[in-house]
């Protein structure tokens, strides 16, 4: 396929996305396995290739498996960095260092950037009704009852095309969610930051290391293939010309580098940051996506991987409302699922460099010795190192089973599920998600979860592409004796994840239903699977 401002425009698709960022290209490569039309519009010529993003957590890797890329862009990744806050002295005050994998994934690696949108435009031209346009300039659209009409220029030619839905992942300055009225609230920091990138990493230490100076606050983040990027608080009436000059480069580079002039400078420019959410996700047919949707300051690397969420949560349901698998209502469960955590993830950010990057001496005096004391007590010590501040999406409302409370109906109903790895017929061993396939899956522990649902549910689940699974233990799975029904598939926990996962919920059920995007749409014992695959069948044809 060739990716030219010069491709041709379809008249009709079922999904029409505007801009060729990470977000929407996850979006398009999802919606293609789906079997969906989508045109993706992208009015600059060619992808950005100047690097932006550089934190990747477990999440969003968990989503490029999803889409067949995982382990292609994990390759463009440095796994299992730790981040480490230095005082004024040079001590480490705090360590974030994650070693769980409980996903299928490292939890915090770095990366870089403009390899990985590659690989994702790349990928589309796996599906022959994605059609990728750049050099395309979208002059305006109708939000119809039924459709969306667009008016998109190329080559000073302009065209009509129509679409079912049309998604805004054209950045924190959006058209589609201007055009749409909707307000996007909260505050531009005035705190800038100049970013310097550097080839040949000069520094040459893994991970990354955040100098809580107040003189200039400056953080240092090791990069794959040798590459190092820089950050230095800005000050007052500093201009980005002044900065940005090879003197004023030098000048900051001196903080980090005995020998600044030999630096292979690839760029600088100067960041600002910004916290804003917008009021809604969703106006009729057209939803908007990542930075159009929300913004957030850089602290904890998280405006990345809350878009690739976005695309996440989002991308299923469209495919399954365009397939006529689900009523269109269900979109507006991604708002409900999306927003609450898009906030907390601003908060955390804006809370984060509070603390971490003040400039008043006595402050950062403060805080280094609290900071200190409290590294000093392991039970805060671990709660820093392994992550535990970071908000988990936990759904309370939307595509999950509740409680006639309207609470979800277990611990596990509306959090992402683990991803171990499991062995299949043939032993071969592989992540879960990519042993369970694309779609919704019905798994159980110890009994096939066909054996409680009636053939009336059976046929749903078949139906909308479910499929359905029994989880043993990895001695068991090649003479397992208990009854197996066409349809169902063993897998075997190889290291015994699942089983510990299964005994953690002995309060709930040993039944999970998984969304395509592994959130557990609900847990039961396997007496009332039935009903809450009914229960969820409602839910897809009403749009929860």
């Known amino acids: 396929m060739a990716h030219a401002n010069t491709a041709s425009l379809p008249d009709t698709v079922d999904v029409a996305i505007v801009g060729a960022g990470p977000v929407g290209l996850t979006i ?6 789906m079997g969906v039309r989508v045109l993706v519009l992208e009015m600059r010529e060619t992808l ?4 932006r993003g550089v934190g990747m957590d477990d999440e969003c890797l968990r989503s490029f498996q999803a889409i067949g890329l995982g382990d292609e862009i994990a390759a463009h990744t440095t796994p299992n960095q730790k981040m480490r806050f230095l005082t004024m002295n040079g001590k480490t005050f705090a360590l974030i260092d994650p070693r769980t994998d409980e996903f299928g994934w490292p939890r915090r690696s770095s990366f870089i950037q ?9 990928g589309l031209d796996r599906f022959d009704g994605v059609t990728p346009v750049f050099g395309a300039e979208l002059t305006g659209f109708d939000n119809g009852a039924d459709k969306v009409t667009l008016t998109v220029k190329v080559n000073g030619e302009t065209k009509t095309v129509t679409a079912g839905w049309l998604v805004g992942a054209d950045g924190g300055r959006s058209i589609i969610r201007k055009s749409l009225d ?13 970013v310097v990138d550097l080839h040949d990493d000069p520094v040459g230490l893994p991970d990354s290391y955040l100098y809580c100076v107040p003189s200039r606050p400056f953080v240092s983040i090791a ?3 040798g590459m190092r990027r820089l950050e230095f608080m800005v000050f007052g009436d500093e201009t980005e010309e002044e900065l940005c000059s090879p003197e004023g480069v030098h000048a900051l580079l001196a903080r980090a580098l005995p020998h600044p002039e030999r630096a292979n400078v690839l760029r600088s420019r100067v960041y600002t940051h910004n916290a804003r959410l917008a009021a809604t996700f969703r106006k009729g047919r057209a939803l908007i996506a990542g930075d159009a949707a929300h913004l957030m300051p850089v602290w904890q690397g998280q405006g990345y991987n809350s878009g690739i969420r976005d695309a996440t ?3 299923w349901k ?32 804006v809370t984060a460099g509070k603390i971490f990057a003040p400039t008043n001496w006595l402050v950062a005096w403060l805080r280094d010795r609290v ?3 409290l590294n000093a007590i392991p039970p805060v010590k671990r709660y820093f190192v392994q992550m535990r501040f970071k908000p988990m999406p936990r759904f309370t409302s939307g595509l999950i089973v509740t409680g006639d409370d309207g609470k979800p109906s277990g611990r596990a109903t509306g959090r992402l599920f683990v991803q171990p790895r499991v062995s299949i017929q043939g032993g071969e061993v592989l992540r879960l998600d990519d042993a369970v396939g694309a779609g919704f899956a019905v798994l159980s522990w110890g009994s096939d979860p066909q054996l409680h649902l009636s053939e009336a549910m059976r046929r749903f689940w078949s139906d909308i592409g479910g499929r359905f699974f029994v989880a043993v233990p990895e001695n068991q799975r090649g003479n397992f004796r208990g009854t197996v029904l066409p349809g169902t598939a063993l897998i075997g926990d190889v290291d015994g994840r699942l089983h510990n996962w299964f005994s953690d919920q002995v309060e709930d059920g040993s039944v999970v239903v998984l969304r395509p995007d592994r959130v557990v749409a609900a847990i039961v014992p396997p007496q009332q699977a039935d009903e809450a695959s009914r229960a969820l069948q409602s839910k897809l044809a009403a749009g929860a």
């Open 114 to 122: 403009p390899m990985v949108d590659q690989i994702l435009l790349d």
């Open 313 to 315: 949560n989002l991308a």
């Open 48 to 51: 950005i290739d100047y690097p």
């Open 182 to 194: 909707i307000a996007f609230g909260g505050v531009t920091d005035s705190t800038r930051w100049v």
């Open 318 to 349: 469209l495919g399954m409302v365009v397939r006529g698998d689900a009523g269109a209502a269900i979109l507006d469960s991604y708002e409900s699922e999306r927003r609450d955590h898009a906030r907390a993830m601003i908060d955390l950010s």
């Open 223 to 225: 990069l794959p293939h």
């Open 371 to 373: 900071a200190l004391a």
């Open 28 to 33: 398009a490569n999802y919606l293609g396995m």
